[in-house]
């Protein structure tokens, strides 16, 4: 069975206080652009439009099923939001999408990413793939889905929020996971 490489580059903005991680990103196949969060059923870019311009929609692109890549990049910077995802390696065990039928071949080295983050106070993960990495990593316990717990990375402490995933696959309405993402938002104070 062949392995994937990660498709893109981490996306560190200089002034990031948050690296939100997810596991690896779908087939290119069922991308709508290319950066993180690129399925169009996946509800990352709905929770976030909702939290911050109270409009789901916000990063839609009017009319077609894509989201506005411009936009978001300009709101990650904007924010300090850098995202990357755990695997930098990977073996689909079945062609789609899901955390489940991922096997992480060579995990990211979470530590290197930090480095060039020196803002950061956070570490967020995004489902339940990249929850494991982070607990493996950094032998820490899990937090319980919506609240955080202490890692070190060398000198630092930093929280690690361990968000619902925003996936449709995983069971909560986008207004309750939405509750989630302000909270750690308001928490790591990114307005």
């Known amino acids: 069975m062949n392995t994937e490489k990660h498709p ?9 206080r948050i690296l939100m991680l997810g596991s ?22 709905r929770i976030l439009g909702h939290i911050f311009y ?27 939001i850098a995202l990357y995802d755990t695997a930098c390696e990977v073996r689909r065990l079945k062609d789609n999408a899901s955390d489940k039928f991922l096997e ?15 803002h950061c106070t956070a570490v967020v993960t995004t489902g339940q793939k990249a929850t494991d990495v982070i607990v493996e990593t ?11 717990s202490n890692i070190k990375c060398g000198e630092r402490e930093l929280r690690f929020w361990r968000m619902p995933s925003s996936s449709r696959a995983y069971p909560l309405a986008l207004d309750k996971k ?3 993402y302000r909270k750690m938002l308001s928490d790591e104070n990114i307005k």
């Open 178 to 180: 939405a509750s989630s």
């Open 138 to 148: 950094f032998g820490c316990k899990e937090p319980a889905v919506g609240s955080s």
């Open 104 to 118: 992480v071949v060579t995990p990211t080295d979470i530590r290197a990413l930090l480095s060039a983050l020196p």
């Open 8 to 16: 893109l580059r981490p996306f560190l903005p200089e002034n990031a």
């Open 24 to 45: 690896f990103p779908p087939p290119t196949a069922r991308w709508s652009m290319e950066f993180f969060y690129p399925n169009w059923i996946n509800d990352m870019w």
């Open 54 to 80: 109270n409009d789901r929609h916000h990063f839609e692109i009017k009319g077609e099923k894509r989201f506005d890549k411009e936009r978001i990049v300009e709101f990650c910077t904007d924010k300090g």
